[in-house]
């Protein structure tokens, strides 16, 4: 069972306008046990939060519609929806501007979907999971 996440009680919240990268993502992280939520754009992403849903996991594209990915985070922690979430940043965008802003909002991890394929994608969510934990 090594394919199976670290967290016990997996809930993934997925954010990005590319339905696309959104229904494959999905797919990934469903099969390898975790309970998914997607959706299309950061305001989804904070209905669902304020409204009580909790995941242990977010990954979230920058470049967003409306409010974009940085900004989600930053609102996401003002509002101190879910505690010790652990934010993953997920874009095409690997500007030093970015990780800057990233790393000040305190996001575990950055990575750039177009050099990585679904399945580093999910092998390195859960090596950034891992990395957490054990600094907890």
Known sequence: ?????????????LIDDDKFLLDMYAV????????????????????LMRQGYAPQVMLVDIVM??????DFVNTVRKENLVPN????????QGSSDDVSRATKLGVDGYIVKATTIPSEVL???ERIINSKQKSN
């Open 85 to 92: 979430i652990v934010v993953i940043m997920l874009t095409n």
């Open 1 to 13: 069972m090594s394919d199976q996440p670290i967290l016990s009680n997996k809930k993934i919240l």
């Open 28 to 47: 990934k992280f469903s099969k390898a046990g975790y309970e998914v939520k997607a959706v299309d754009s950061t305001d989804g992403g904070l209905k």
């Open 123 to 125: 092998n390195e969510v």
């Open 65 to 70: 519609p409306g409010m974009d990915g940085l």
